[in-house]
């Protein structure tokens, strides 16, 4: 609907109006990152499109209500039709487009030892990512001691059609191993070149077709699969995982630096078996450790992509060849690693868009000086501590605010006093997510949102009113001087 080639004036004004909407990941407006589509005017009658860059974005359903509410406050607008849809950025390189020209994007899942469930992460991040609605393989690049198609449940064996190896799908994914080729009981003793030759043609010769991510179960360490991989093709990004103690991420330094050395970016780090939470009595026992993948990262200025627990729950499903994320996708385990396949979607996303915008508030540090506080040391600074009780009555999710209205639902009286977090996730890199002891665990706090609760006096964009909610319930000291 252009005059000329020229936009006009209520078109114009609907994109005004949309600008004021930001992908939360890329800190820009989604006008700017050309997210807007097919935009349509019939009288009062508005349509368009939402093109994300990833299906697995988490406030999808947020953005598509921000979208429609301020085209709806325009003059003359009384319907708005809004869709949501997703196109997967690829990474921009001619010697991935060369061997493997429809695969979008590879992801490396390494760890620096043996041991910490990085095969088991893999799998269910597989899955996830294809239960959001993308296109996924699994390359299993294990040679030594390949569990995929354990952990998959995939007792069919690839096919061959015009020299070319066709992958068996499972739970929507597509699955290379070298479990399917070494009869059951041998063991693989093989030698580097040998090993680089798996990879070539598992990269080369598996007909992987149109892929948004390409997923490879590394094997631990820094030998010689890792670096054929590295300098067979470019690597989008890789995600380390390790146990929680420090002792597991001075080895898994290792692998960080490998990646480094090569060029190939690190997504972020993966907290897995942190924590093992009784599911009789609800008890969390720390008994490897915790937080070591955060002050990990912190320190060394990488992503915290999330925590997974220790569950006897993830075990057993990886032993039956159902990942926890098919089938429970409803648990504290599952829901844990979506978030996580979410976190490192965005992490794609930013660096295929060019990264992030940096104006916006970034937390250096989370730390839990009781079981009901929380303390945010910023990275320009500034601390903020809040008590559960303070956060979880700011919740702004469906459930505690009405999306159209904006008023709240959610009565304060309702909420208990000692109520606190039973774990906090990152959301991206612009948010963190919380259990909380009540149940409730859909709300996500922004940076920017937390920001505002702080109860410090000092902090700008608050009211007395909202000072005041938050301060009576705030811990008693404040690092700026509030009480």
């Known amino acids: 609907m252009k005059e000329n080639g020229q936009l006009t004036v209520a078109q114009k004004e609907i994109l005004g109006a949309l600008s004021q ?33 990833t299906p697995a974005c988490p406030v999808r359903d947020q953005m598509r209500e921000n ?19 997703s196109k997967v950025r690829a990474l921009k390189s001619e010697e991935k487009d060369k061997l493997l020209p429809l695969v979008k994007n590879i992801v490396p899942v390494a760890s620096g030892k043996g041991g910490v469930g990085k095969s088991t992460v893999s799998a269910n991040l597989a899955v996830a990512l294809a239960k959001m609605g993308a296109r996924v393989g699994l390359m299993d690049a294990d040679v030594y001691g390949p569990s995929i198609p354990t952990i998959m449940g995939a007792d069919t ?18 699955i290379v191993s070298m479990g399917f080729f070494v009869p059951k009981g041998e063991a693989t003793i ?39 991989l590295c300098q067979k093709i470019p690597l989008t990004g890789a995600v380390i995982v390790s146990t929680p103690q420090d002792l597991a991420f001075n080895v898994a330094e290792k692998a960080i630096l490998m990646f480094k050395k090569l060029r190939t970016p690190v997504l972020g780090l993966v907290e897995n078996m942190s924590g093992f939470e009784c599911r009789h009595c609800g008890h969390r026992e720390e008994i490897f450790g915790s937080g070591g993948a955060q002050r990990y990262g912190m320190t060394n200025d990488l992503p915290f992509l999330g925590e997974v627990p220790l569950s006897t729950d993830i075990r057993t499903t990886s032993d039956e060849g159902r990942p926890i994320v098919e089938s429970m996708p409803d648990s504290p385990s599952a829901r844990a690693l979506f978030r996580l396949a979410e976190n490192i979607a965005a992490q794609i996303s930013t660096l295929n868009m060019g990264g992030a915008s940096t104006d ?12 009901n506080e929380v303390r945010i040391r910023w ?30 639902r959610l009565h304060d009286e309702s909420i208990r006093e ?28 922004t940076f920017e949102h937390l920001r505002e609760l702080c109860p410090c006096p000092t902090c700008a964009g608050k009211s007395n009113e909202e000072r005041g909610n938050v301060a009576r319930h705030a811990p008693a000291r404040c690092p700026e001087g509030g009480t």
């Open 418 to 445: 000692d109520v606190y977090p039973l774990s906090i996730d990152p959301v991206g890199r612009y948010a963190i997510c919380f259990r909380w002891s009540d149940g409730h665990s859909t709300g996500i706090y």
């Open 67 to 85: 979208a429609r509410r301020a085209v709806l406050s325009l003059s003359g607008v009384k319907n708005v039709d809004v869709q949501m849809t």
């Open 157 to 174: 064996p690839p096919t061959s059609e015009n020299g070319r190896i066709i992958p068996p799908i499972r739970y929507g994914v597509k």
């Open 190 to 228: 093989w030698r580097g070149p040998m090993l680089a030759k798996v990879v070539d043609q598992f990269l080369g010769s598996v007909e992987w077709g149109e892929l948004d991510y390409l997923i490879v179960d590394l094997p631990p360490g820094t030998g010689d699969v890792q670096l054929s």
């Open 360 to 371: 916006r508030p970034e937390i250096a540090e989370i730390i839990r000086p009781s079981q």
């Open 21 to 53: 909407i930001k992908d939360p990941d890329l800190g820009r407006d989604i006008v700017t990152l050309g997210f807007v589509k097919d935009l349509q005017i019939s009288g009062e009658n508005v349509s368009f499109t939402i093109e994300l860059t």
């Open 379 to 408: 990275k320009d600074g500034h601390e903020s501590g809040y008590t559960g009780y303070a956060l979880r009555v700011a919740c702004s999710c469906a459930l505690c605010v009405d999306e159209v209205s904006g008023k709240k």
